[in-house]
DNA sequence: TAATATTTGTTTAATTATTCACATTGCTAA
DNA sequence: TTAGCAATGTGAATAATTAAACAAATATTA
């Protein structure tokens, strides 16, 4: 399915629409109105019938979305056809986290392995997914043809490690840890840091609560 | 310090700024071109410039920003001048991940109490962060003034834990589930789900990877 | 001392993202 | 049958964010 440049936003509330999607269908309720899933997700309901629109999706005047309908176009354009392969380095309190909570959710995006340096993980299975030694990444990346690597390391390594999952002919890479990575333009970066997350809440809070008083 | 709504980007960009700024600052360098702030952040020069000038902070022509200055004066927007206190809400895998990267990074912004359901966790010390059953979340909260939540916990509670934590006062929310929220308008929430973001980056992995081909 | 190079600070322009406004549709019911 | 209502779909307007462009400043060097 293709559909050009979709904004960068819309591709994230695609899956968040998914994802609630997901939770509310049910054999009582299989039609959505735009101003359910707005709400739920704290959004305008012209923002999702725009997003719907761009995907091409058409409702129900009267119904609404069909919601299992919604939840396929959806997967046609987000996911990959033959499914992506998604590795996590680091088998830390991060990284078992990631696992446990993505286990099993989306059938065409699947952890199958993990890497840690620490010998009491190394060839030992966590929930379902494998770890192995660092330095077997590529070996292993290759032979499984993993595209996606979640870097949950320390973050002194974070550099090192990346450079190798590019090596290993990685396709996209989430950052966990807080030091920015430079990889070249044919690799996705998307970085995430907990710090500035709660920093940003930290200060918007500071700022609500003056502004409430 | 009053600077009048600073952009939601800015405030962003400004916990990353200190971040780099903390982690190159030694003898040697005491200052920084705006375009090695932007390089480490995959942005450019005049975003950063343009940041620095809506607080307020000039830099030297020729020796660039006094890195120590920017830092403290970072501090003063975005801290509060009496610190924050914060609680984790579930003590699974994400909770502990939280607290163990978290500590001691932030003088003004601190992680002082986590809650659970599970009997082992209780009264025990995590990390150096104290572990209550969830029932005594209110008290707590009050007794030792903590204005911020970050929920970790499993997502079927997501919606009573928030709504305990904003009767208890709380006045901003971190929500790492991937159920969204509902809280007053007071309360400022944050959400942050690691499938939409994993799912971003398959999604532009794949993108790229056809157009590089 | 004058020319050059480099960097900041800021105005203006461009781009991206969101919302408004409203035509259109189809069901309901008077 | 027609008026009213509640949705969708979308062009146009607005808002937010980022980038371009360039004047001003100042150290360096020819």
Redesign the interface.
């Known amino acids: 399915m293709f559909i050009k440049n979709l904004p960068?936003k819309t591709?994230?509330r695609l899956?968040?629409y998914r994802?609630?999607l997901l939770?509310i269908l049910s054999k009582e309720k299989t039609h959505v109105f735009s101003h359910e899933i707005a709400q739920?997700?704290?959004i305008t309901p012209v923002q999702v019938r725009r997003d719907l629109m761009l995907i091409g999706y058409s409702g129900n005047l009267r119904k609404g979305y069909d919601i299992k309908e919604l939840i396929e176009l959806i997967g046609k354009i987000?996911?990959?056809e033959r499914g992506?392969r998604?590795a996590v380095i680091g088998l830390?309190?991060?990284g078992?986290?990631?696992i446990?909570?993505?286990k099993g959710?989306?059938s065409k995006?699947a952890i199958i392995a993990a890497f840690d340096i620490n010998p009491e993980k190394i060839n030992r299975v966590y929930d379902g997914v494998a770890c192995y030694h660092i330095n077997q990444m590529a070996e292993i990346i290759k032979q499984n043809n993993i595209?996606?690597g979640?870097i949950a390391a320390p973050a002194q390594q974070t550099a090192e490690i990346a450079e190798a999952l590019v090596l290993a002919g990685i396709?996209?890479?989430?950052n966990f840890t807080?030091?920015?990575l430079?990889v070249p333009?044919?690799?996705?970066?998307?970085e995430?840091?907990?710090?500035?997350?709660?920093?940003?809440?930290?200060?918007?809070?500071?700022?609500?609560?003056e502004r409430?008083k």
Not at 171 to 174: S, T, V
Not at 185 to 190: C, D, H, M, Q, S
Not at 192 to 209: G, H, P, R
């Open positions: 960068h591709v994230e899956s968040q994802r609630s939770m739920m997700l704290h987000i996911d990959s992506q998604v830390g309190n991060l078992k986290a990631i446990s909570y993505f959710k989306r995006l595209s996606i979640i396709k996209g890479i989430l807080p030091k920015a430079n333009p044919f690799v996705y970066l998307e995430y840091d907990m710090i500035t997350s709660l920093e940003k809440v930290a200060f918007f809070a500071k700022k609500n609560d409430f």
